[in-house]
């Protein structure tokens, strides 16, 4: 069984040696819980392994990517970066690859057609940024839930290892926690006025985990997981 180190410090420990390989899982957390980091951690990984990844956003021009990540030393022009802009007003997608500039119809197939012409020999790795952005484009809840269905079965087809991060709010449920291979949140816990960071694997099939909420750090190499340290001291 092939597995594939996220590049996060601590994690691949409680991961015992990280993610089962070609598998989708999904990320999920708050605003500001580190999402986003955690992602482009995860390909920036594949860079340092001398291999490459695609970062598909919703959400933020690449340009802005590339601020947002230099303060960690990343090189975003290093990997594959798709801008899938939505256009509300006309349901179109404005889609932005290295090599082209298209606007298509707004559904998961020409969204994914766009991302599997830049699939190439090195890249392994997948990030959809985010799955949220993407399900608050349909009006209808049947309509989200087929179109996650679909981008759900085409990830898996890809054989690549995907992250799908998606927006978390308390008691919620959703289809793509119950479809991916597993499930990882990040939490900012707040405990006696002091806030903390926390990261919990909740599932992870095929594959033993630590189950305890540990603590994390975001630091300016990017997020670090303390994998022997208990989130409350007892």
Request: glycine letters at 8%.
């Amino acid at each position: 069984m092939q597995k594939v180190k996220t590049g996060i410090s601590g994690l691949d420990k409680m991961l015992n040696g990280g993610l089962i390989a070609g598998r989708p899982y999904l990320v999920s957390g708050a605003p500001g819980a580190g999402k986003s980091i955690f992602g482009m951690q995860f390909i920036m990984q594949a860079i340092q392994e001398g291999k490459n990844g695609i970062y598909v956003t919703l959400e933020e021009r690449k340009k802005g990517l590339k601020q947002n990540f230099q303060v960690f030393g990343w090189d975003v022009d290093k990997i594959h970066v798709v801008e899938a802009t939505p256009e509300l007003g006309n349901q179109m997608w404005e889609i932005k690859t290295e090599d082209s500039f298209i606007n298509m119809a707004l559904n998961i197939n020409n969204l994914t057609d766009a991302i599997r012409k830049i699939l190439k020999g090195d890249a392994e790795r997948i990030v959809l940024d985010s799955v949220t952005t993407l399900k608050m484009l349909y009006s209808s809840e049947i309509d989200a839930r087929r179109e996650v269905l679909s981008l759900m079965n085409f990830l898996t087809d890809t054989n690549c290892t995907s992250l799908l991060l998606a927006e978390t709010f308390d008691d919620e449920r959703n289809m793509e926690s119950f479809l991916a291979d597993g499930s990882i949140e990040l939490r900012i816990i707040e405990e006696k006025g002091i806030k903390k960071r926390a990261i919990e694997i909740k599932k992870m099939r095929g594959t033993d985990f630590d189950e305890q909420w540990r603590p994390m750090k975001i630091t300016q190499n990017g997020i670090v997981v303390y994998a022997d340290e208990a989130l409350f001291k007892q």
